[in-house]
């Protein structure tokens, strides 16, 4: 059997582009015919948010045109369409995504961040559920197989805040200044939502080096 090719990813569960480049990164594993083993790491788009954030101040910081804002929702409508992602910007509820994140790093050591990064995606960007709210967290913490009193206790402790911080700042010290960020065998490094074609090219590279 080859040598697995190593896959580092930093994302923020509320990051469209981290969504939208996570089901190619999984199209590009399935194509690929050797294995990928990948490592998940966290970053935080906007440490400063509010956990409760009000859609229409979130417009008009934004520049208030809404008719702008309707333009690029329609375009990730057809994005994610494309990867066959649901979707509803409408329902979408801005927040402050820190206690994500390190509900993520204690999903890791029960060996369920993969299956609750891609939950907490959906349920961001596809069912309006708020994932600032520590409640709504730990009910989609049980949907994946994690107790729920023992993720409270990790989160109510802030048992994996330097987990987070160490992620960032590795993340930083590699010169990402946004998400998604990728690092393949720890040599070649992708930005952005790459299209499906960029992984499968990085991936035989690496298991050719």
């Known amino acids: 059997m080859s040598k697995p ?39 935080q788009l906007t440490p400063d948010a509010p956990l409760e954030i009000d859609r229409e101040e979130q417009i008009r910081k934004h520049g208030g ?20 992602l649901p979707y509803d910007p409408d329902r979408t509820r801005p ?14 050591t029960h060996g ?8 907490l995606f959906t349920a961001h960007f596809g069912e309006g559920r708020h994932i600032g709210r520590i409640d709504e967290l730990l009910a989609i913490a049980r949907e994946v197989g994690i107790d729920p009193d023992d993720a409270r206790q990790a989160l109510t402790e802030k ?39 960029q992984f499968l090219a990085a991936f035989e590279q690496a298991a050719r080096a």
């Open 5 to 43: 090719v190593r896959v580092d990813v930093w994302s923020d569960v509320q990051c469209i582009w981290c969504y939208i480049s996570s089901a190619r990164l999984r199209t590009a594993i399935q194509q690929h015919p050797g294995p990928v083993d990948v490592t998940y790491h966290s970053f």
């Open 65 to 84: 045109n809404s008719a702008r804002m309707q333009q690029i929702m329609t375009q990730l409508r057809q994005l994610t369409a494309a990867e066959d």
């Open 95 to 108: 927040t402050n995504s820190r206690m994500a994140l390190e509900l993520l790093h204690h999903a890791g």
């Open 112 to 119: 369920r961040r993969a299956e609750l990064t891609e939950r």
């Open 159 to 197: 048992r994996h805040a330097a987990g987070v911080d160490a992620d960032i700042a590795q993340a930083h010290a590699y010169g990402a200044r946004g998400v998604p960020f990728y690092i393949v065998n720890d040599t070649w490094r992708l930005s952005g939502a790459q299209p499906g074609e």
